[in-house]
Nanobody
Framework: VQLQASGGGLVQAGDSLRLSCAASGRTFGVYGWFRQDPGKEREFVAGLSSVTDITSYADSVKGRFTISRDNVKNTVYLQMNSLKPEDTAIYRC?????????????WGQGTQVTVSS
């Protein structure tokens, strides 16, 4: 089982980025994006149930970020608009088996997002 994240980069405040997470070897019940900045705790950013299509977002990204999934490609995306310097972090994707619980047991490597002011 692999979760391969990509799409990070260096952008300016107000710009957009789209992160991708390609899952192989397994279809998950829930997919999520987390982020962590050095010295800070890991933060849940967004989640998506592959069965109910219910989504969940951290208050800090609501209205700016959108999580979506391509079922054929088994790839999850995080569209990030109106980026702010405080969005700077390493972003990791995750998967969980239960489509009705935001619980994650598989993790991909991170992709760095840096937003300059």
């Amino acid at each position: 089982v692999q979760l391969q994240a990509s799409g990070g980069g260096l952008v300016q405040a107000g710009d957009s980025l789209r992160l991708s997470c390609a899952a192989s070897g397994r279809t998950f019940g829930v997919y999520g994006w987390f982020r962590q900045d050095p010295g800070k705790e890991r933060e849940f950013v967004a989640g998506l149930s592959s069965v109910t299509d219910i989504t969940s977002y951290a208050d800090s990204v609501k209205g700016r970020f959108t999580i979506s999934r391509d079922n054929v490609k088994n790839t999850v995306y995080l569209q990030m608009n109106s980026l702010k310097p405080e969005d700077t972090a390493i972003y990791r994707c995750a998967g969980g088996g239960n489509p009705f619980k935001w619980q994650f047991d598989s993790w991909g490597q991170g992709t760095q997002v840096t937003v300059s002011s």
